[in-house]
């Protein structure tokens, strides 16, 4: 009786529709576009305070060498290279471990907030760099503060745009990561324009004018609810509902929160990704912070690293919208699997680092760079949907969050191991990184046939049945069964069939005939048995993705 009126046109409430309340809305558009493009601004700016660090790693060598009268060519020299890199290791390092803080803060419904306020310590950081003459105050300044700020400012951004686009969400997560690309590219030459031209600390401080567009970017990071069509009924439902319990429940006994959510460690899914991640940054960025300072050791002038470090911003630009298109553009005659292209990206950068360890001249140098980049930008893309796809929408942003935050102490450790190799020995430092690299790749092998066992272990996972219209669509045999185990997995598209002469009895509806053999997702339980394909008629194919 409660659903006649969604089915008799005559009997049509006119009402609130609960069932659209119950859902979160996505606007897929509007004022998300605005949010996309302030997203790929703050990726701008992020960018430029870490991947940029090339030609910014031989300022503050050169810097700290003069303040502290340290000649070229010496002991102390090699060890203020080897001190700087831990600098801009730090900085990146902690622009990562500040991704699960992002998520708690966005949780607790301070997103515009957390986003401005992280804007201003950016530029402050900056600024603060600018007047450093030791490397302690760099790094507070660079490496701390402007570090998890840059972190936040990223992460506010992607976890906004989360909220306005769910069906094109993998093609607004590549407009947003071809902004990494564009800030390496326009960065460098800024900071050869800036810091070459007028000196540290005038150039960090026309740096820092730039970096305080950020402060504004929070500015334009509205809420999605702002734009649900029933958005007048909820906010007076909620209204009710905090009278009903500030009646029944006193306010020092309502039950909180905890600021850091760990359920996403629960599932195995996440904990794989995490240890691949976590494998593969010990070498998958090395090539950011070195490759300046290679080639001026190589004998190139200022104007051909300039250009390399260009060429390295618009090749990863390049690779996130190539791999993306793969992804967003699937072909049905050629479909890739994104675990097959993040992997793909890696054994790119292996080589790349392969090759880093014997190239000669500038040309050389360009095409390492063009081939590290592209699979830089495709790496860090593909990475992020291969997880999309693993993980569910319901827990992706907290789990996105732990999965970087796991890449912050191998990154921080392993690009100064890097540096020190190849001061002891030229150019084989980047085997290390390869190894690591090529080791991250294979592990996700691992992720790829775990991923869906791990929703098990969480109510409301993959192991469970979908909420809403989906529930009824999805048909799942009694554990009683005869021949049903009770918890193995489901491939990914299933053929139903029933008589179409006589109505089918109930225990007979939907029984199933065959399955695909695709499996990269699942959900609900696995069919009885394949009945005989004469006594039944196929009907439809369920495909079981979400």
């Not at 590549?174 to 800024?190: E, K, P, T």
């Not at 990071?221 to 009924?233: C, K, T």
């Not at 967003?328 to 790349?352: E, F, H, K, N, P």
């Amino acid at each position: 009786m409660f659903s006649l009126h969604r089915n008799i046109p005559a009997l049509r409430r006119r009402d609130v529709d609960t069932a659209a309340i119950r859902q979160h809305y996505y606007p897929e558009g509007g004022w998300g576009w605005v949010v996309c493009a302030a997203g790929f601004l703050a990726r701008l700016l992020a960018a430029a305070a870490q991947f940029a660090f090339g030609l910014l790693y031989l300022y503050a060598v050169h810097h700290l060498a003069d303040k502290g009268r340290v000649l070229p060519d010496t002991r102390q020299w090699k060890a203020m290279e080897i001190a700087v890199a831990w600098l801009g290791a730090l900085s990146a390092a902690m622009s990562l471990l500040a991704a699960p803080l992002a998520v708690a803060l966005c949780r607790r419904k301070w997103t515009r907030l957390s986003a401005v306020l992280a804007g201003l310590v950016m530029a402050l950081g900056c600024l603060f760099a600018s007047f450093a003459m030791q490397l302690h105050q760099l790094l507070v300044s660079y490496g701390l503060l402007l570090g998890a700020a840059s972190g936040l400012v990223r992460e506010t951004a992607s976890l906004t745009l989360g909220h306005y686009f769910r069906r094109r969400r993998e093609f607004v997560e590549m407009l947003m990561q071809a902004g990494a690309g564009a800030g390496i590219a326009l960065f460098s030459v800024f900071y050869w324009e800036a810091i070459g031209q007028w000196g540290w600390r005038l150039g960090l401080q026309a740096v820092t004018v730039l970096l305080c567009a950020a402060f504004f970017l929070g500015m334009l990071y509205r809420s999605a609810s702002m734009y649900h069509p029933q958005r007048r009924a909820i906010q007076h439902l909620k209204n009710q509902r905090k009278k009903v319990k500030l009646k029944k429940t006193p306010q020092h006994r309502q039950p909180k929160q905890p600021f850091f959510d760990l359920t996403p460690l629960r599932i195995r899914a996440v904990q794989l990704l995490m240890l691949a991640a976590a494998v593969a940054a010990f070498g998958v960025y090395s090539p950011l912070f070195y490759l300046a300072l290679q080639g001026q050791r190589e004998g190139l002038d200022e104007r051909a690293l300039v250009l390399l470090q260009t060429f390295l911003g618009c090749a990863t630009a390049l690779g996130c919208v190539g791999f993306g298109l793969m992804v967003v553009r699937a072909s049905d005659q050629c479909l890739v699997s994104r675990q097959y292209l993040c992997q793909a990206a890696m054994v790119g950068i292996g080589v790349s680092l392969l090759a880093l360890g014997s190239v000669e001249g500038y040309h050389g140098y360009v095409l390492i760079v063009w081939l590290y980049g592209v699979c830089l930008g495709g790496f860090v893309y593909s990475f992020k949907v291969f997880a999309m796809e693993c993980v569910r929408s319901r827990y992706f942003a907290r789990a996105w969050g732990f999965v970087q935050g796991a890449e912050a102490v191998p990154l921080l450790v392993g690009v100064p191991v890097t540096g020190y190799i190849n001061q002891n020995h030229p150019q084989a430092g980047y085997y290390f990184s390869m190894a690591a690299t090529l080791a991250g790749a294979a592990l996700l092998f691992v992720v790829g046939g775990g991923s869906r066992r791990g929703w098990d272990s969480v109510p409301g996972g993959c192991g469970a049945l979908p909420d809403g219209p989906l529930a009824a669509a999805a048909p799942v045999p009694l554990p009683g069964a005869p021949g049903v185990r009770p918890h193995p997995l489901l491939t990914k598209s299933m053929s139903f069939g029933t008589p179409l002469d006589l109505p089918p009895p109930d225990d007979i509806l939907w029984r199933p005939v065959r399955s695909c053999r695709s499996e990269p997702e699942s959900l609900g339980r696995p069919p009885p048995p394949a009945a005989a394909a004469a006594a039944f008629t196929v009907v439809e194919q369920i495909t079981t993705c979400v």
